[in-house]
């Protein structure tokens, strides 16, 4: 209750250390109509800078807030068609009501030069051809450009810090969450803004009801009828390289398509553009308990925190189509379908030493894996969004035949892996909102099987002491088959009043699960009974209310659900039940508050209770990988967490300049202590035991971008700290361990002049592990991109691109210099790209890094890509 006290206290103070003023108002003519639209601009007296500004809505009125410590300011209205109002008003809070006096307005020819960005109530509109570089081919190339917005390394976009909730082309959702895909392969030629829609309520008949804090993105085309794409078609050396991307899309009122085949063997990993990457989505599937889970696995090598391009073995197929139709009545039907298959192979070595509370325990192994996908998805979906209802159902299916094969030297002891990795997955999810009388009801239902059948088989056998008596054998495999059954169905409505809006809803959980394991060798002794017969059972009756203020620049939101949580585990050979039923409120709290069209602060906190899964909880021994074996024979896992967190951020379109500050403390209990316990030869056997502990984590972030337009240059900056506290039983002693994290970014693109441009990122990250008192040694990484960007004429480009990065190991330091040398040619009569690749010019052929986990830290050397060439002909249809 404390924690709470204080946290309230914090966000008034920040609230009162701002001085702030409010101007609103309403704009007439002297006929008495509204006039919209106007632009209303408080500037300071002396120097005439911008303190904040609004436009006029439909009925004429603004309002603006402003912090200035002037007592008086300057009030500038001006309208299409109207004289310039130009006013000295006093900084204090009022309202100003004005008449407009019409006049002609005769325009001169001008050249005018469009703002990059600009705002008009929530939505921010960024002009691509001001981001686009001379380089540049696809949006994803644009938008990476844009200050407020980033790009991850696997097309996630993030506004203001925070992943975005929806992804439009011309306001229709044609991907569901995959929008990497068009990102990837859209022409930025084809897009004239891309509109940022803060505040984004995806749901229209919701809008003025239940408020949002997410942001959307909403693709603005050129043309109302646009096909475009592209088609890429390359090859190279050595080994014999090629590259082929045929992506077509059409874009109308009434439909919209994109299919893609994209295949090859450069390191290109295009399977990102499939993954589901808006926030809406991913909490969907982590609702409906719809993610493939992996209980098995091959020992891989840790991927590089680098450019694929330098490390991936590829050998990729990607076939998508995806087609949305809008029907009468505002339906609208899509069929996405997407299939991909690909086979990769790892080559290197690693040296891992796990740390307990007496010693250290080295192991080296050098690795070789192949790995094989193919998957499967398809998604059809009905859609109907209106302000007077919504409907919505997606029937999906998605298979997957994935198997691995891996093979490992220790000590001159070959050893060899064999995983088979299969999934199947059938749902259907449904969603409606209707009114009745003046509330809106509000069904959702999801129903959904699953099938997890996976196999694992290693030579030469191992764990003999557990498995064997001790003795030496040939062989063991790892059976695994889990079937799950799975639903959730709600009932609620939506009910606004004033200022406020009510949302309470019932509904229920339940969820069946049958797990199967065994673990077989060749050897007749041994151990009986290595399996598990596990039925899983759980419920969950739940009541959960939201209220919503929305007033001024006030946002609060109070939820407050009850549970009933309810588990029975039986597993009959082994004579092991459980029986288990809690009650738990889980209330969250936000408030937001806009200190002006700039500012804006955030304050949460929230109570949150878990109790495991069936991976959690099983009985007997499951083998995960070679040198891993689990038995978690212990009470359902209960975690209670406390989150607290608070945010500033400030955006200014005016002056393309966006800032974010956030903190976040979670503090957890939990019920169980997770046993490891480290044999010689590095393998490891983990338990679980009751004893209640706490892990205590808190991270810290900030990011600010900036474009300076007079020298078209775009600056960022990123720091992220981290911070973990929490036990563990190692070795049979309970260990305290601590791990810090700092991550600095740094990034500037600028425009020289107009043949050349340069972009320079700079990443410093910093690890720190202690286990008891023991400081272990530090980790520090270094990546360093310094690129160089030519055009000897209109339609040629030169680029040298370069990495530095710097790892220092607990062998030994290593340093990397990579260069790669692109040059295009453009017939510009025909828009085709020639482009020449020249990959790894110094042919580096190994790469070193380190990774630190809870208790060991890992260093793998990786076999690289050699030296390639690669010649490219591209064009946009």
Same mark, same amino acid.
């Given at each position: 209750?404390?924690?709470v006290?204080?946290?309230n206290v ?5 609230i009162?250390c701002? @001085? ?6 309403? =704009? ?13 601009t408080?500037t300071k007296?002396q120097?005439?800078d911008i303190?904040?500004?609004g436009?006029s ?10 912090e ?8 500038n209205?001006?309208?299409m068609g109207?004289?310039t ?5 006093a ?11 019409e006049?002609?307005t $005769?325009?001169k ?5 469009s ?5 008009r109530g ?7 051809s001001?981001?686009a570089k ?5 949006l994803a190339?644009a938008l990476k ?5 980033e ?7 993030l506004y ?6 929806k992804f439009?082309?011309?306001n ?7 929008y990497n895909?068009a990102n990837?392969n ?5 897009v004239?803004r891309?509109?940022v829609l ?6 229209k ?25 592209q ?6 050396l050595?080994p ?5 991307n045929?992506? /077509?899309m059409l874009?109308?009122k009434?439909?919209q ?10 390191g290109n990993?295009v399977?990102q ?10 909490m969907n599937?982590?609702e409906?308990? @719809?993610?493939k889970?992996?209980w098995?696995?091959?020992q891989?090598l840790?991927? /590089?925190r680098f ?5 991936l073995?590829n050998n990729?197929?990607l076939l998508?189509?995806?087609y949305?139709q809008?029907?009468?009545?505002d ?5 996405n379908?997407?299939?991909?298959n ?6 290197? @070595?690693?040296?891992t030493?796990?740390?307990t509370a ?12 192949q790995?094989?996908t ?8 009905l859609?109907? %969004?209106?302000?007077k %209802? ?5 029937l ?17 002891t070959?050893l060899t892996?064999? =995983? ?17 009388g003046e509330?809106l009801?509000t069904l959702n ?20 002491d557990l ?5 030496v054998?040939?062989?063991?495999t790892q059976?695994i088959d ?11 409505f939506?009910?606004?009043w004033q ?5 309470p809803?019932?509904?229920l959980q339940f969820?069946k699960?049958k ?7 060749n050897?007749?002794s041994?151990?009986d ?13 739940y009541?959960k209310?939201k209220?919503q203020?929305?007033?001024?620049n &006030?946002?609060?939101?109070?939820i407050?659900p009850?549970h009933?949580?309810?588990y029975q585990?039986?597993?009959k050979p ?5 029986d288990?039923n809690?009650?738990t409120?889980e /209330?969250?709290?936000?408030i937001n508050?806009?200190?002006s069209?700039y &500012? ?8 949150s ?8 909880v099983?009985?007997n021994?499951?083998?995960k990988?070679?040198r891993?074996i ?6 359902l /896992? ?10 500033f951020r ?8 966006f800032f974010?500050l956030s903190?976040?403390n979670?503090?957890?209990e ?5 046993s490891?316990?480290?044999?010689e %030869?590095?393998?490891s056997?983990?338990r679980a035991?009751?004893?209640d502990?706490?892990?205590h984590?808190?991270?810290? @972030? ?6 300076f ?6 600056i ?8 973990q506290?929490?036990?563990q039983?190692?070795n ?7 791990n810090q994290n ?8 600028t425009?020289?002049t107009d043949w050349?441009?340069v972009?320079f990122?700079?990443?410093?990250q ?7 008192s023991?400081n ?9 991109k ?5 055009y000897p004429?209109?339609? $040629?480009?030169?680029g ?8 220092n190991?607990?062998s030994?330091?290593?340093d990397n210099?990579?260069a ?7 017939w510009?009569?025909?828009?085709i ?10 042919d580096i ?6 990774n630190?986990?809870?208790?060991s ?6 076999n690289?890509?050699p030296?390639q ?9």
């Amino acid at each position: 209750m404390r924690q709470v006290l204080l946290l309230n206290v914090f966000f008034l103070f920040s609230i009162t250390c701002f @001085s702030q003023t409010t101007i609103d108002g309403a =704009l007439k003519t002297k006929e008495g109509n509204s006039v919209s639209g106007a632009s209303v601009t408080i500037t300071k007296l002396q120097t005439d800078d911008i303190l904040d500004y609004g436009i006029s809505s439909k009925d004429g009125s603004f309002s603006i807030s402003i912090e200035s410590q002037s007592n008086q300011v300057r009030l500038n209205i001006r309208a299409m068609g109207y004289k310039t109002l130009v006013q000295i008003i006093a900084n204090k809070t009022q309202t100003l009501d004005f008449v407009l006096e019409e006049e002609a307005t $005769q325009l001169k020819e001008v050249i005018v030069k469009s703002d990059p960005i600009t705002r008009r109530g929530d939505t921010l509109n960024y002009a691509v051809s001001a981001f686009a570089k001379k380089e540049d081919r696809t949006l994803a190339d644009a938008l990476k450009n844009m200050p407020g917005i980033e790009v991850l390394s696997d097309g996630k976009i993030l506004y203001q810090g925070k992943p975005i909730n929806k992804f439009y082309i011309e306001n229709l959702d044609l991907l569901e969450g995959k929008y990497n895909l068009a990102n990837s392969n859209l022409p930025h030629k084809e897009v004239s803004r891309v509109q940022v829609l803060e505040n984004h309520q995806p749901t229209k008949i919701l809008d003025s009801l239940v408020y949002s804090d997410k942001a959307a993105i909403n693709i603005k085309l050129k043309n109302s009828y646009t096909f475009t794409g592209q088609a890429e078609v390359g090859s190279g050396l050595s080994p014999l390289l090629w590259d082929v991307n045929l992506t /077509p899309m059409l874009f109308t009122k009434k439909q919209q398509m994109l299919t893609s085949y994209q295949a090859n063997n450069t390191g290109n990993d295009v399977s990102q553009q499939l993954k589901t990457l808006t926030i809406e989505d991913l909490m969907n599937q982590f609702e409906n308990n @719809s993610e493939k889970q992996d209980w098995l696995a091959t020992q891989q090598l840790s991927a /590089p925190r680098f450019s694929e391009k330098r490390w991936l073995d590829n050998n990729i197929h990607l076939l998508s189509a995806n087609y949305l139709q809008k029907l009468k009545k505002d339906y609208e039907l899509r069929l996405n379908v997407s299939y991909l298959n690909d086979y990769q192979q790892q080559e290197g @070595s690693t040296n891992t030493q796990f740390f307990t509370a007496n010693d250290t325990i080295a192991l080296a192994e050098n690795k070789y894996n192949q790995l094989y996908t193919n998957t499967l998805e398809a998604d059809l979906t009905l859609h109907r %969004n209106t302000k007077k %209802n919504f409907l919505k159902n997606s029937l999906q299916f998605q298979g997957s035949w994935d198997s691995q094969r891996g093979s490992i030297q220790t000590d001159n002891t070959p050893l060899t892996q064999n =995983l088979s990795n299969r999934y199947f997955k059938l749902s259907n999810k449904l969603k409606t909102i209707f009114p009745i009388g003046e509330q809106l009801m509000t069904l959702n239902s999801y129903v959904g099987f699953n099938k997890t059948p996976q196999s694992l088989t290693v030579n030469p056998g191992q764990f003999e002491d557990l498995l064997n008596d001790g003795e030496v054998y040939d062989e063991v495999t790892q059976d695994i088959d889990l079937n799950t059954f799975y639903t959730n169905n709600a009932l609620g409505f939506t009910k606004g009043w004033q200022s406020f809006s009510f949302n309470p809803k019932v509904g229920l959980q339940f969820e069946k699960q049958k797990l199967e394991s065994r673990i077989f060798t060749n050897a007749s002794s041994i151990q009986d009974n290595i399996d598990n017969n596990l039925d899983w059972t759980r419920s969950k009756a739940y009541f959960k209310l939201k209220t919503q203020y929305k007033k001024n620049n &006030w946002r609060l939101e109070a939820i407050t659900p009850v549970h009933l949580h309810s588990y029975q585990l039986n597993d009959k050979p082994l004579q092991k039940e459980q029986d288990f039923n809690r009650l738990t409120f889980e /209330p969250r709290l936000s408030i937001n508050y806009d200190l002006s069209s700039y &500012w804006r602060v955030r304050a949460a906190t929230n109570l949150s209770n878990q109790f495991g899964t069936i991976n959690q909880v099983y009985y007997n021994y499951i083998l995960k990988n070679y040198r891993n074996i689990q038995r978690i024979d212990a009470p359902l /896992p209960e975690m209670q967490s406390l989150n607290y967190s608070a945010s500033f951020r400030y955006r200014n379109p005016i002056k393309s300049l966006f800032f974010t500050l956030s903190y976040t403390n979670t503090t957890t209990e939990n019920n169980l202590l997770y046993s490891n316990q480290i044999l010689e %030869n590095g393998a490891s056997e983990l338990r679980a035991i009751e004893e209640d502990n706490k892990r205590h984590s808190h991270n810290l @972030s900030t990011r600010a971008s900036k474009y300076f337009r007079n020298f078209d240059t775009n600056i960022t900056l990123n720091v992220n700290y981290s911070l973990q506290d929490f036990q563990q039983v190692l070795n049979s002693e309970i260990t305290d361990i601590s791990n810090q994290n700092w991550r600095l970014k740094g990034k500037v693109d600028t425009d020289i002049t107009d043949w050349l441009s340069v972009n320079f990122e700079s990443i410093f990250q910093f690890s720190k592990n202690k286990i008891q008192s023991q400081n272990n040694q530090n980790i520090t990484q270094q990546f360093h991109k310094f690129n160089i960007n030519i055009y000897p004429k209109e339609n $040629q480009y030169l680029g040298l691109k370069t990495e530095y990065i710097k790892n220092n190991l607990f062998s030994k330091n290593s340093d990397n210099f990579f260069a790669d040398l692109i040059y295009r040619y453009t017939w510009q009569k025909k828009n085709i790209d020639f482009e020449l690749q020249w990959n790894n010019i110094f042919d580096i052929k190994n790469y070193k890094t380190v990774n630190i986990n809870n208790y060991s830290y890992i260093e793998t050397n990786y076999n690289l890509r050699p030296s390639q060439i690669l010649f490219k002909v591209r064009f946009s249809l």
